[in-house]
Nanobody, 115 residues
Framework: QVQLVESGGGLVQAGGSLRLSCAAS????????MNWYRQAPGKQRELVAG???????NYADSVKGRFTISRDNAKNTVYLQMNSLKPEDTAIYYC?????????WGQGTQVTVSS
């Protein structure tokens, strides 16, 4: 059984920073793409950033230049460094990983940015 555990969310003032982590555990043979999504109240879940097994990254336009996604393959962990946070970044953040060719989701972590 594969499990994803997220950490690092919290309350921060506008302009501040947070770093999210998402660690996978269990019977893992391969991890392909790792993604971060977010869902704000009343809105659809959206892709924030992704990183392939080869290290190729992509970002939503709204976070380009402020957020950085990275991964540590030895630890089966993906990170999201979030800088210059804005109130509109407030959401529940979810990690998603393709492990053993199946998709797994974390439980979500709340990020709240106050103005």
């Amino acid at each position: 059984q594969v499990q994803l555990v997220e950490s690092g969310g919290g309350l921060v003032q506008a302009g501040g920073s947070l770093r999210l982590s998402c660690a996978a555990s269990g019977s893992i043979f391969s991890i392909d793409v790792m993604n971060w999504y977010r869902q704000a109240p009343g809105k659809q879940r959206e892709l924030v950033a992704g990183i392939t097994s080869g290290g190729i990254t992509n970002y939503a336009d709204s976070v380009k230049g402020r957020f950085t996604i990275s991964r540590d393959n030895a630890k089966n962990t993906v990170y999201l460094q979030m800088n210059s946070l804005k109130p509109e970044d407030t959401a529940i953040y979810y990690c998603q990983q393709v492990i053993n060719r199946a998709s797994y989701w974390g439980q979500g972590t709340q990020v709240t940015v106050s103005s």
